[in-house]
């Protein structure tokens, strides 16, 4: 075999980026006998206009609920929509059979609206712009 060649993109194209999750999907199967990943997206829309507010996407996959995106428009935050949506989607992954959730933010985005809900913060690692982390953060569910 010829030596392989090494790309670095912007812009991965989706079958590859398919192929790529695809292939650690069939190993992940394989050690453990059984696919339990499923999508799922919560959101919010204003029931005149159909308009999105806001929402969360995510997955659920071995017994673990992950928090991908959590958006709300500028004018909803605050009013406890964002809770509603969070509390929805932990519901629906105590639905699906996850024990914990998983996560992460940035300090200056809601590190704390999480732990007020009950997440706790298993790691930090610091990232731009300067004086600012990205914040992991689990809870039981």
């Not at 696919?35 to 507010?53: C, H, K, N, Y």
């Amino acid at each position: 075999m010829t030596d392989p060649i090494f790309q670095v993109t912007d812009a991965p194209a989706p079958e590859d980026a398919a192929a790529v999750s695809d292939g650690l999907n069939a190993f992940n199967d394989e050690v453990v006998g059984y696919s339990d990943r499923i999508p799922r997206g919560v959101f919010a829309r204003d029931p005149d206009t159909g308009e999105l507010l806001g929402g969360v996407t995510g997955r659920s996959s071995l017994g673990l609920l992950f928090l991908d995106i959590f958006w709300l428009s500028k004018t909803n935050r605050r009013a406890g929509m964002g809770s509603q949506l969070l509390r929805m989607a932990e519901d629906e992954g105590r639905r699906r059979g996850c024990r914990s959730g998983v996560l992460y933010t940035i300090t200056f985005q809601a590190p704390a609206f999480y732990q007020r809900h009950g997440w706790r913060v298993f790691g930090e690692v610091p990232c731009d712009p300067p004086g600012t982390s990205r914040i992991f953060l689990t809870k039981e569910l």
